[in-house]
């Protein structure tokens, strides 16, 4: 099975043969993939060298000239390092673009701190009208993908992931996909986290939502799950990113009936050791076992 970066490189390239408003910008990171692209397209697949701030602001540009620009690196180098960029050359001038990034939250652990991003969509969701998908699976990258390149003028964030479930699912872009039904609660899985959600709720009488847009928030399905509980809903949140970034997002989704939310992801806590994406979820909390062990107790 292919990655979500090389999915990624692929799908876009196919598309640049297609749609002469899209422009591909990228900064050193993952040129080697846009090879072929880059001589087909000499003018629409830029690489402006190892310069995040610039990548954006290129970007940007490209934006207001009506293109439609999609840019990629490491999330720490896309949404962290050139963060100003982001919400004054494409926020501030109200034009939009295709962020996509890579390598996440401990995706590449011997990359060390630098190279995760696990505050990227808690970062975004600080900025206005940003959609945001979290494909769990190479080939739902392709749908998000491909539905964040045709989406008009919009800002969109695709998070790429060397963490992947077994299988895709029959998603839809903006909508939650319901993967079993419970009485005990909702766990909300967002895009590779689905796997180990699955391990951990086994034999667990819980609802469990499958999440690869989280950004708007579908709050639709988690009220209807909601509407079938008795009294008031216990929701788990499992994210790959800062633990508790849609939390509020729940909140607001359940504001007129009792309820309690317990959000899961990465902790502020910085792990210092190197380690394996497997060790990284372990020391996390975010193993099947250690997973098991915290839904179950706040389901108590």
């Not at 999915?7 to 080697?32: C, M, N, Q, T």
């Not at 800002?155 to 963490?163: N, P």
């Not at 990465?266 to 909390?285: K, S, V």
């Amino acid at each position: 099975m292919d990655t979500m970066r090389e999915r990624f490189a692929s799908v876009v390239s196919h598309l640049l043969d297609d749609d002469p408003r899209l422009a591909v910008v990228l900064a050193e990171i993952g040129k080697d993939g846009f090879t072929d692209a880059a001589r087909a397209h000499p003018d629409r697949v830029i690489n402006v060298g190892i310069r995040e701030q610039l990548l954006v602001g290129v970007g940007g540009g490209l934006a207001l000239t009506g293109m439609r620009p999609i840019l990629h690196t490491f999330a720490s180098f896309l949404v962290e390092r050139p963060f100003e960029q982001v919400k004054l050359d494409f926020g501030h001038q109200g034009v939009g673009g295709v962020l996509v990034s890579a390598a996440g939250s401990y995706d590449w652990p011997a990359g060390g701190y630098t190279h995760m991003a696990p505050g990227d969509v808690a970062l975004l969701d600080t900025l206005d009208g940003w959609t945001v998908h979290v494909p769990g699976h190479p080939d739902e990258a392709e749908t998000l993908l491909r539905d964040a390149a045709a989406a008009g003028d919009d800002s969109v964030y695709v998070r790429l992931s060397a963490h992947s479930n077994s299988a895709p699912r029959d998603i839809v872009p903006g909508r939650f996909l319901t993967v079993r039904e419970g009485r005990r609660g909702v766990v909300i899985a967002v895009g590779p986290m689905l796997d180990g959600v699955l391990t951990a709720v086994e034999g667990l009488d819980v609802t469990v939502l499958y999440a690869t847009t989280v950004r708007p928030f579908d709050a639709r399905a988690v009220r209807a799950t909601a509407e079938a509980a008795v009294g008031g809903v216990d929701v788990v949140l499992v994210e790959p990113y800062l633990a508790g970034t849609s939390t509020a997002a729940v909140n607001d989704a359940l504001a007129d009936r009792p309820h309690r939310v317990l959000g899961l992801g990465i902790p502020r806590r910085e792990l210092r050791r190197y380690g394996t994406i497997d060790e990284h979820l372990a020391g996390q909390g975010l193993d099947p076992g250690a997973l098991r062990e915290r839904i179950s107790a706040f389901l108590r």
